[in-house]
């Protein structure tokens, strides 16, 4: 029986097949096709059976992550939808927070609502904030708005009322009249998507989940037809941003939940391969053919933020995007994949990103019409790619190419070598991400030399050794399967559903019996939704915590409340998490002030899964080792160095640098002052000294 997990990325698709007995597992690695991505997936899958032997009817369960969402933000190329809003506060999506992320651009651009002014309705209605209802629907004059939305053509309709998350009856009643009048009509209620405070966010939210839904429920039914395809006809999972999966089902529902999906799943394999070598603090870097990703995994659980931010109009720069309230692995993301273009600023400096070549026309080597020079361009160069064994030999690069493509564009402008150049591409990307996770892990009051990092992604490997230098990192691990860690990540991923509800009341005033009544039903509701997907209820696990902060701020923590004596619990005990969380962020003692709980959470999670994991021998037939130059900077030039195929590197073998390991979808890079050994389940461990 084998699990498959499916990654779809802006320039490769990514597949890893696992047999649960054996532990024999099969990768493939195909480019994406952006016009029906769904394609991708059966062409990958036919790659397996063709190469790697997988049996379509043995595939019991197939797990998915997509970009569809995300990209549909992008391009605005969602769906036509309304949104139904409280009398008088029709603009609420384009007043914002009224936040400028950046004081000096006298032309700031923000974001343009997913929802046009003439698509968003006033209703007659009114909840206060403490949920008594002074003014119930006016059910003619809405009934009249949404008749004028369905002469317009509208697809998708979203509900975003005044405190809804309080008292969702007006809510309610708007979801029966939509339901009336046109039944079948995708309906998103922000009281089901997300019943939290702040109302720009919430608005934000559920018109993204109107936007996306009549996009993504065709798309994962063309998905299933596409699985039928190729025989296989195993369950259907698709991860979610919060690192676990759901059903098609409920992903249809909450498709705002898929956004970053595929990172997310990295960052669980990465979870996963922290337990595995027993080490509590593990920083996840992931870099694929657009962008680069780090992660911070602590105690073998990557960290949850409570929402996250989209389709950026300036990319990459927070504030300039809109926010969406769901949970979602913490990251930092920069625009330095292997696929981001180099070029001359107007101060005449190379500059690296964020716009990516991606997989049309791709980087110069690989011959698809691409003419402007690359970061796997520039890796050519420098000997860290072969040309002759990318992606395993089924692909063949043109070195050539690459060398044209920077002596043109910045070799010749810059009056530099070729070498200097590309190696010069090469250094700006590993500072970029090494500066990048230095700030995210500052900003939790992490400390960077007491990380071990796993690298993942296409590019990972190859860049993560200058990454960890930079870092000043003692450990770097890699897996086998790293080319494709996002796919691989999904296997690990437990099915969950997490639930949050807004609820505030001042912790002096608390009454815990009737809280535990309020969070027991939402523990209820996150554990039907794992049932739904077949996990038993044994097998689930729950948990309980609560957004705090200090009366008159408008910034919460998150405290986990379970250990805390259900449902007899102390304000004392509370409020000295709390205090003890905002020391440690701020390096501060808090202020003495009143204490507030603002926002409940409860999550349901079914168990990790169990992956025999071993290193794969299985890969190029007749694979040896050689010899290649390889460039280390201007100080050491080119360097002899050892290329071993990962299926001929042998469990507890040493490897001393300079080398590099060739998995046959990435390369790691094992620098001159570093040193690599493969356990028995396949995971490769460098040790850098200084």
Known sequence: MYLVGTDIGGTFTDLFAIELESGRSITAKVLTDHVNPTTSVTRGIEQMIETGGLRADQVVRLLHGTTLVT??????????????????????????????????????????????????????????????????????????????????????????????????????????????????????????????????????????????????????????????????????????????????????????????????????????????????????????????????????????????????????????????????????????????????????????????AESDPGPACYGLGGRLPTVTDADVVLGYIGTESFLGGKMRLDRAASVRAIEEHLARPLNLSVEEAAWGMHQVVNENMASAARVHLLEHGRTPTDYTMVAFGGAGPTHAYGVARALRLKQLVVPWQAGVGSAFGMLCAPVSFDLARSLNVPLAQANWQEISRFLDEMVGECRQRVMDAGIAPQDITTTRSVDIRFAGQGHELQINLEGLGWPGIRNQDVEERFRAEYKRLNAVEGPDASVELITWRASARGPVPELPLRANRAGRTRAVRSQRLVYFGAAQGYVDTKVIPRETLAAGEVVDGPALIELGDATITVGPDARASMREDGLIQITLTY
């Open 71 to 356: 990209n549909a933000l992008l391009t605005r190329r969602g769906a036509k939808a309304a949104l139904l809003v409280t009398e008088g506060f029709r603009d609420a999506l384009e007043i914002g927070t009224e936040h400028r992320f950046d004081l000096y651009d006298l032309d700031i651009e923000k974001p343009q609502p997913i929802v046009p002014r003439h698509l968003r309705r006033p209703i007659r209605e009114r909840v206060l904030a403490d949920g008594s209802v002074e003014a119930p629907v006016d059910e003619a004059q809405a009934e009249a708005e949404i008749r004028s939305l369905l002469a317009q053509g509208v697809e998708a309709i979203a509900v975003c009322l005044l405190h809804s998350y309080r008292n969702p009856v007006n809510e309610r009643k708007l979801g029966e009249i939509i339901a009336r009048v046109a039944p079948g009509l995708p309906v998103s209620l922000s009281c089901d998507v997300a019943p939290e405070i702040r109302e720009y966010e919430r608005a934000s939210t559920v018109a993204i989940n109107a936007y996306v839904t009549p996009v993504v429920e065709p798309y994962l039914r063309a998905l299933r037809a596409e699985m039928s395809k190729v025989g296989v006809n195993g369950s259907l999972l698709i991860m979610q941003s919060n690192g676990g999966t759901a059903v098609a089902e409920t992903a249809s529902k909450f498709p705002v939940r898929l956004l970053e999906s595929g990172p997310a799943a990295g960052a669980i394999g990465a979870a996963y391969i922290a337990r595995a070598i027993g080490d509590p603090q593990v920083l996840f870097f992931d870099m694929g053919g657009t962008t680069a990703k780090a992660f911070i995994v602590d105690d073998g659980s990557p960290i949850v933020a409570r929402k996250l931010e989209v389709a950026h109009v300036y990319r990459f720069k927070q504030g300039s995007g809109m926010p969406v309230q769901v949970p979602a692995v913490d990251m930092i993301e920069i625009g330095a994949g292997g696929g981001s273009i180099a070029r001359i600023d107007r101060l005449g400096l190379m500059k690296v990103g964020p716009d990516s």
